[in-house]
């Protein structure tokens, strides 16, 4: 975005809390949940895990009304329990309230007393939490909802050796690596939650749709026994924090750590471990000993990084850390819960590291969004983005690589096996980080380097390269080599029909198929047709190997179909040389865009190099909306075409300049056009005897004759290469010069539907109503039809006519009531009015054609003569049978199906 | 084994051959507890106005709404890129209890003084229909003030189901044309309910103009306010996704006389049958020439095309799973053109009579069901044996938990699935996935 905008959030960097509870939930055995709200939390929500965890995500939804709303939902939650229960037989079910069941004071709680007050046989737990997505983002879900169960859970508070293990949101493979540590301490504990099966399962077993993994409720309430818990969250409010909950109704003594992300947070959390009685694998010391090594490895490819971290406070903090021990200065950290604390932390964190590199500028955004986000990767030069694939937008438009490391991941595969904690974690991200930063190096460096050698000219030298095999290609070229010319075809595709110039030596009409001379073509080609033209000669000829654009008009005036056929011929063939021919107008428009096109060889025509002479020649041209005339219009053209030729030599195009060489206007003026354009670059010049064309301002001008010609071409011939095998070529020329195949290769001319001659006893065209729907298929009632479409038919061919309303329907569709028009055969009004309307509608056809009709309206419509026909067909192919067949059986009530 | 299906629902399930004694009940709201796959009335206006590309689209609301749409669906732009970002009034506590319309009119200054959009869009969620914030005066206040557009689209999520979002959008866009209503008319088409998905509409516009319809304006696909303003000059409305867009086309019918037709763009003879008609009611003899040589041409190329992957995919059984009636017909069409038979047939919000139609296209056995849970679509695509399931996102990971091949027929994808070129991708994405070597080894 341009400009900031502080009112509004500006693409959000987070969820709503619902969607943190659910997701903690997703790691408690055998647990369901259920959004107290209308329908589209709960879809939005599973839309929103699915793609990142590629598992199935369900979650029910009271799907609260509008009467719900009004009245009070209480309804929907029980029936909604009722409902959920019969299908999971779960063991346990969350109950989340939404905005919408927060904001009209639904007390969850009770509701819930009372059902299972009324349900004495119901084993299932309900656990309920107050989740409005206003309140709190993810991150604070989460939490919340670990402290929901703690609380209601009925806990076992006897006392045993056990600890407890809380987290934040990690990933599923994250959490399976925490798990494996845990056991390797021979510790006996209870992690919370476990969402490492449930969010990221095996394929081969039965599914069970019921989440079957997670930590079991047993476990949970034993929690309350334990004899400490570690809780690995950093920014966790007291108040929200499901450890200090455990503290203070069971006395279970609370560490609370960072989470395990980077060195010092990892020993950090062994160190805790070891404390509790655990003891470290011998693995996790060899895993730190590489971690070293990785380390040391990558340096000083990640001091070359300027990350920008973001997301929520306790990753953002970890991933924080991490590069900061690594010398990969955060030069933005930022999340989008509102976390005051970790500004101050964090800028003592990255300042030493940022002053190190000497970086003056780094920033720690609290409550941020994207646009805040990707303002400060601008402003503090940022290389590197560290997070979600939220950030994958700013990394597409500033073109920086972003390393997905966060929930939600939406472009990529493998959210669930994202692995970030333990010194396992940090190995892979560091891996991350220093490739994507030496990949970025390693696709830059050569022209970062060549630009500053030669001050910015850049493509100078991709130039030289390209001309060198443009070059190349004029051996196989027959138009700029003579050679080429006996061995090699072109086929010229006439697909540009427009011209921008007036030139006196020229008729606009290319509709005669028997001259053949520049500008003459006998049908246009749209690019598709001309594909398919060029890939069929391309199979009948194995010489081939040009293809060119010669007009019929000017080919850049018609650039988008001009541009759009080398695109479609490029798809298909990479070998084949581009050539076109241009009168040079626009070139210095589309000069850069021909040579990306690989446009290799151009032909300009340049008839003079003086606007007086020029003004004799061409009458007017058009260009940026403006009509020229004379010599302003003979001084633009040439400028252009001058310009426009120095920057396709530039760009290493071989060009060519034709010189319709006029008795008595440029026949002395030739050879200083060929001198001017040489210094431009141009390769080759061929000189053109004009052909008077009838009806042209020079029909009646002499041409010069074959030896003054000749020798022209010889004075010439010293200062520029000469082209004398020209055969002036037709625009859809094809084959070998001179032997233009192009009328043999023609489409045979598609006949004309009007111009199809009548079968011998074929009657006049009939009309035709057909009951659709869906307008391609015969889908409709004819009773109930809203409309006709009103064909005429002779059986051969059908018109669509018109699509005819029947009177009286859709009426009370104003758009002032909510309710949807009626819809349904049922709710269409019944009686006789709709039939009789619909037979007024249908009075002046001679054939109905509808899915299904009523015996009575068929009968009456025999009586007027209307023949009927019931069928599921697609509509044209009805129209067409349902004639035929009338004709033939010439039995009005004959059906066919 | 099997999951059972809930009393409440079992009015919704029927066998091909039964649902003509027994029409399936479809239309009504979600069964509670169910877990439905439906969205809400947000969702059906969002996604029908979003791809309007210059609009300035502001969630009032909290987060949630806009984090899960930002960005979401593959409408092309050939200018803005405005629509891909995320606006929204975050609401919080703060505002829920003092009200959000003070922060939505700050923010609409604020959006004019700094972009100055033609036309806004102010979507209310659930909460705002409840604490009562005036957004209708906040929007007729910011459109005296600045003299463009300010549209307040009034979709609280509990008001109804998708399909009322799609008819909210379709007033919405009617306060729009409204005042161009003068407009001389010039001829050509408005294209109606198609998004531009992977550029579906450009391929549309490209069948019409190359036969020498031109298109005025696309609705939404692609649109900008100015294109847009142009479409009450239109000769005729041809309407692709029926059930987001017909109440439009009736209101523009009436309002400034553009008569409408639907259309269908998918498969290879809908798309013939809709370029032909098209011509038929606008064209010269030339253009109907035209169309008819475009479509023999494409579609016999096509159907050849077509063939190796008949080869491929000859007897397989589809089940389908999608958003509308319409689409679910064009796609068991689909399969049968390929040789697959379609087992299983559901949508989120189909209507009676295309249910009717679905009974008829099917075999006896087929499935039908309509806003089925994943429960239903687990037992069912187990029952009947499918092959592979066309879907959503939500219902991809459950095909893949089942060994099931999955056909992404959602508005994420990045393949066109309209016109001639889409009939030749969705064979070739029905294929990739079908006869993958993977399923080998997983059902092994």
């Known amino acids: ?897 | 084994m099997y999951a059972q299906v809930l009393e409440e629902r079992k009015k919704s399930i029927r066998r091909a051959a039964d649902a003509e004694t027994s029409p399936i009940r479809c239309g009504a709201r979600s069964v509670s507890g169910a877990v439905s796959q439906r969205a809400c009335v947000y969702c059906g206006a969002r996604v029908v106005l979003n791809p309007i590309t210059d609009a300035f689209h502001i969630v009032h609301g909290p987060i949630g709404c806009a984090a899960y749409t930002w960005d979401i669906r593959g409408s092309l732009s050939s200018g803005s890129e405005l629509y891909r970002n995320s606006f929204s009034t975050d609401l919080r506590e703060k505002d829920v209890v003092f009200g959000g319309a003070e922060k939505l009119a700050a923010a609409v200054d604020e959006v004019m003084r700094v972009h100055a959009p033609a036309l806004i869009f102010v979507y209310c969620t659930c909460i705002v229909g409840v604490i009562g914030d005036d957004v209708e005066a906040v929007c007729r206040g910011a459109e005296r003030k600045y003299g463009n557009r300010v549209v307040a689209v009034k979709a609280p999520g509990f008001s109804g189901g998708k399909a009322d979002g799609y008819r909210l959008a379709g007033e919405a866009l009617l306060q729009f044309l409204l005042p161009h209503k003068g407009r001389k008319k010039r001829g050509g088409i408005n294209i109606l309910g198609d998004y531009n998905l992977a550029g579906e509409t450009w391929i549309i516009k490209r069948y019409l103009e190359e036969v020498g319809l031109p298109v005025v304006s696309t609705f939404t696909g692609d649109a900008s306010c100015e294109s847009l303003a142009h479409a009450p000059s239109a000769r005729l409305n041809i309407v692709q996704c029926a059930g987001s867009m017909v109440h439009l086309a009736q209101r523009m019918e009436r309002e400034f006389g553009i008569p409408w037709i639907k259309a269908s763009f998918f498969g290879v003879e809908d798309t013939g049958t809709s370029i032909r008609q098209a011509a038929d009611l606008l064209g010269s003899a030339e253009t109907r020439r035209r169309a008819a040589d475009l479509t023999r041409r494409e579609s016999e190329r096509t159907r050849r095309l077509l063939e190796p992957y008949k080869a491929r995919l000859a007897g397989k059984k589809a089940a389908i799973f999608v958003g509308g009636g319409f689409k679910a017909v064009s796609l068991v069409r689909q399969f049968r053109e390929l040789g697959m038979e379609t087992v299983l047939v559901g949508t989120q919000t189909g209507r009676p009579d295309e249910y009717e139609v679905l009974g008829k296209l099917v075999g006896p056995d087929t499935v039908i069901l309509d806003d089925a849970n994943p429960a239903e679509l687990e037992r069912f695509l187990r029952e009947r044996g499918a092959d592979i399931l066309t879907g959503g996102v939500k219902e991809r990971p459950l095909a893949y938990k089942l060994g099931i091949a999955f056909c992404d027929h959602n508005h994420e994808r990045r393949h066109a699935l309209a016109g001639y070129e889409g009939a030749l991708n969705f064979a070739e994405e029905v294929n990739r996935s079908i006869n993958s070597p993977v399923w080998r080894y997983i059902r092994g």
């Open chain 1, 1 to 897: 975005m341009s400009s900031r905008i502080v009112n509004l959030n500006v693409n959000p960097c987070k969820m709503c809390m619902p969607l943190g509870v659910v997701n903690a939930f997703y790691g408690v055995a055998g647990c369901i949940c259920l959004l107290h709200g209308s329908q589209g939390c709960s879809t939005y929500i599973r839309r929103h895990m699915a793609t990142h965890y590629n598992e199935p995500v369900d979650i029910a939804s009271s799907s609260l009304t509008e009467e719900g709303t009004v009245f009070g939902g209480e309804g929907n939650l029980i029936r909604g329990l009722d409902n959920l229960i019969a299908l999971y037989h779960p063991e346990v079910v969350a109950v989340a309230t939404t905005c919408l069941a927060e904001t009209i004071g639904e007390d969850v709680r009770a509701i819930v007393r009372d059902y299972l007050a009324g349900r004495p046989d119901c084993r299932v737990k309900i656990i309920t939490v107050n989740s409005a997505g206003y309140s709190g983002t993810r991150y604070e879900g989460w939490f919340r909802a670990l402290r929901a169960l703690l609380e209601q859970t009925d806990a076992d508070a006897s006392a045993h050796a056990g600890v407890n293990v809380v987290t934040g949101p990690l990933s599923p493979a994250d959490t399976r690596a925490l798990k494996r540590l845990l056991r390797g301490t021979g510790l006996d504990f209870t992690l919370l939650p476990d969402i490492s099966d449930n969010l990221d399962g095996g394929c081969g077993a039965p599914y069970s749709r019921l989440p079957a993994g997670g930590t079991p409720l047993a476990a949970i309430a034993r929690m309350a026994g334990a004899r400490a818990t570690l809780e690995a969250a950093t920014f966790v409010p007291e108040e929200a924090s499901p450890g200090r909950l455990l503290e203070e109704k069971f006395g279970v003594p609370l560490f609370r750590l960072n989470m395990p992300v980077g060195l010092r947070d990892t020993d950090a959390f062994l160190a805790a471990l070891e404390e509790l009685g655990g003891s470290i694998p011998a693995e996790e010391r060899e895993e730190r000993a590489r971690y070293l090594d990785a380390m040391v490895d990558a340096h000083k490819h990640v001091a070359l990084g300027r990350a920008a971290v973001f997301g929520e406070p306790d990753l953002v903090y970890g991933l924080t850390r991490l590069c900061c021990e690594n010398g990969l200065v955060p030069v933005v950290a930022a999340t989008g819960a509102d976390c005051p604390a970790l500004k101050a932390v964090l800028e003592e964190e990255i300042r030493p590291v940022a002053e190190n590199l000497m970086l003056q500028r780094f920033s720690v955004l609290n409550f941020a969004d994207f646009d805040d986000i990707e303002a400060a990767v601008a402003a503090n030069g940022a290389n590197l983005l560290i997070g979600s694939s939220d950030g994958r937008r700013a990394a597409h438009r500033r073109n920086i690589p972003l390393v997905r490391c966060a929930f939600p991941v939406h472009d990529h595969l493998g959210g669930q096996r994202i692995r970030v904690l333990g010194y396992a974690g940090a190995m892979r991200l560091l891996d991350e980080f220093s490739n994507a930063l030496i990949s970025n190096l390693e696709a830059s460096f050569r022209k970062t380097i060549r630009d500053r050698c030669f001050g910015g000219r850049e493509g100078s030298a991709a130039a030289g390269k390209a001309a060198g095999s443009n070059r190349a290609r004029s051996a196989t070229h027959p138009c700029f080599s003579e050679a080429a010319g006996h061995s090699f075809a072109r086929i010229h595709l006439p697909v540009a029909p427009d011209c921008n110039i007036t030139c006196n030596y020229c008729v606009r009409a290319f509709d005669c198929p028997n001259e053949s001379r520049p500008g003459v073509t006998s049908r246009v080609l749209t690019p598709d047709e001309a594909l398919e033209r060029f890939l069929r000669v391309r199979e009948s000829m194995p010489s081939l190997r040009v293809a060119g654009i010669a007009g019929p008009g000017d080919a850049l005036a018609n650039f988008e179909a001009t541009a759009e056929t080398l695109r479609l011929i490029r798809r298909e063939d990479p070998e084949v040389t581009f050539c076109l021919s241009t009168n040079g107008l626009l070139l210095p428009l589309h000069a850069a865009r021909l040579a990306e096109l690989s446009v290799s060889h151009v032909t300009i025509t340049i008839n003079a190099v003086d606007p007086v002479v020029g003004a004799r020649i061409y009458s007017q041209a058009a260009y940026m909306g403006m009509r020229f005339r004379g010599e302003a219009a003979a001084a633009m053209l040439l400028s252009n075409q001058l310009a426009g030729l120095k920057m396709l030599t530039d760009l290493g195009v071989v060009c060519k300049v034709n010189i319709v060489l006029i008795k008595g206007v440029n026949d002395t003026h030739v050879e200083d056009v060929v001198r001017k354009v040489k210094t431009l670059g141009a390769s080759i010049a061929n000189i053109m005897q004009m052909i008077p064309v009838r009806g042209s301002a020079f029909e009646h001008m002499p041409m010069v004759d074959n030896k003054t010609h000749e020798a022209l071409r010889g004075r010439c011939e010293s200062i520029l290469p000469q082209m004398r095998h020209c055969r002036q070529c037709r625009a859809d020329a094809v084959g070998l010069l001179g032997e233009d195949q192009s009328i043999r290769l023609r489409e045979a001319a598609p006949a004309a539907l009007s111009s199809v001659p009548a079968a011998p006893g074929v009657e006049s065209p009939v009309k035709v109503a057909v009951a659709s729907r869906s307008g391609v298929v015969v889908d409709q009632h004819f009773g109930f039809a809203e409309q006709f479409y009103i064909y005429e038919s002779d059986g051969l061919s059908a018109r669509l006519l018109e699509a005819r309303r029947v009177a009286g329907k859709n009426a009370g569709c104003g758009g002032c009531g909510n309710r949807p028009l009626p819809e349904g055969p049922e709710e269409v009004e019944a009686g006789g009015g709709k039939i009789v309307r619909a037979l007024e509608a249908v009075a002046d056809c001679g054939v109905v054609v509808a899915m299904r009709i009523g015996d009575s309206p068929s009968r009456q419509l025999a009586q007027k003569g209307i023949s009927v026909f019931s069928t599921y067909d697609s509509i044209d192919k009805a129209v067409k049978d349902a004639v035929l067949r009338c004709r033939g059986a010439a039995a009005a009530d004959s059906r066919f199906l």
